[in-house]
Every structure is written in C-alpha cells, then in structure tokens.
C-alpha cells in the first residue's frame, strides 16, 4: 500500500457541470476526510467517514455536495452544478486508531472551473 | 469558535539562519496539536504530534514544542530543501476533524 490515492489529479470543467472525485485510503484506516483548500489557506474540513458511515459534514457542504464511501473502502466526492467559487485542491485523508501518526493525506484534486 | 492563527503568512531566509514559526490555537479541551509540511502541488506531509504543554518533538532540523497557546516549530540551520508551507492543526476532544492554521511560507535562499 503506497498511500493514500486520489484521481483525477486535475479537473477543468466548465460551470454548471457535475464532477466527481474519488479516494482509495490506507486500505487498514477506517477514517476517511474530505477536506478543500484554497490558495494560501490552510485545508478546511468538509466530511468524514467511520467505515461507511458519514459522521460529520460541514456547513461549507452545501446541498450540491455528495460523499460516499460504500462498503467502508474508497470515497466519492461529487459537486452538481458547478460554481466557480468550488475551484480548489480537494484533499483525502484517511487514519485509524491513535492520532499520534496523525492523518495521512493523498496528493489532492485540483479543481478548476471556468 | 475554534481558531488556529500561524504567523508570519511568509519567512524568507539565508541557508544556515535559523527561525520559529509560530502557531497560536484557542480551542476547548485539546487533545493533540499537529505539524504538517506541504510542497506545492501535494498534499501535506504529517511531520509531528503534540499532546500537552512543555510536549517537545524532533525530526533532522525541526522542532516542535507546545504550550497551553501557542506551538513553534524551530528550525535550525536550514537549508533550501526545506523550502514548504508549514501548517498546523488542532483536534479537540470528542472531535476527528482537524483545525488548521493558513500555513506560513518558508523559502530558504541558498
């Protein structure tokens, strides 16, 4: 296992497009987050998941975001109709179990929307 | 609300001088501080975790210390691939999702 993985790297669409991002975590980490960032800011947190259960959104995950993570292994992060505002790095992270190795992040999707 | 502040927003320093970053937290009941680098591009890369205050960590040329406000990452004789944004980040008790500051800018000139 090399990581924490996430596809597409980069994704241009135009606005009012649905997109979809997906993540394949740690295959033995059962916490999978969603997080956004913004050129010069810190990640935001978005969603996360214990196995399939979503147990968090955010108040930044408005009604056109989706998550899911069926059978508790890879994640799916869609947007419908697409803004402009939504272009940003979305980051995957996954952990399990003792905080003190922290929370492995994958290399993100860049999102740009035109 | 819970805030992470980091300062300086960028450094910029000469190979071999030394510096601190500083990150400044108010949260209720912490349970662990985090230190990340990240390289343009990537995702941040986990360097450390600290748990309470006088809690110091060390990894080559990086240090991290904790107090009941506020965490430093020291640097020590840098050198230009240490060039990244360092963030930190806090989880509080009860909570998974991590708190991050907007990161400071470190550029190292060789």
């Known amino acids: 296992d090399t990581g924490v993985s996430q596809n597409p790297r980069h994704k241009i669409t135009k606005r009012g497009q649905n997109v979809t991002f997906r993540c394949d975590p740690i295959?033995?980490?059962?916490?999978l987050y969603w997080y956004r960032q913004t050129l010069g800011q810190g990640p935001e947190f978005l969603t996360y998941f214990q196995n399939e259960a979503q147990l968090e959104k955010s108040r930044l995950l408005s009604d056109r975001f989706s998550a899911e993570r069926p059978k508790g292994s890879f994640s799916t992060l869609e947007i419908q109709r697409t803004e402009q505002g939504d272009s940003a790095m979305y980051l995957c992270?996954?952990?399990?179990?003792?905080?003190?190795?922290?929370?492995?992040f994958g290399s993100g999707t860049r999102l740009t929307v035109v | 609300e819970d805030q992470v502040t980091q300062s300086p927003e960028a450094l910029r320093l000469q190979e071999g001088e030394s510096s601190s970053l500083n990150c400044s937290y108010t949260v209720s009941g912490l349970r662990g501080l985090f230190w990340y680098r990240q390289d343009p591009g990537k995702g941040p890369e986990f360097l450390f975790t600290l748990y309470s205050a006088g809690e110091e960590k060390e990894k080559e040329r990086l240090k991290a210390t904790l107090t009941k406000k506020e965490s430093f990452l020291h640097i020590t004789a840098p050198k230009p691939e240490d060039s990244a944004t360092y963030l930190c980040a806090t989880i509080i008790q009860g909570a998974q999702k991590l708190v991050f500051g907007q990161g400071t800018r470190l550029t190292i000139n060789p």
């Open positions: 992270a996954s952990n399990q179990g003792d905080t003190a190795y922290g929370y492995t």
């Open positions: 295959s033995e980490h059962n916490r």
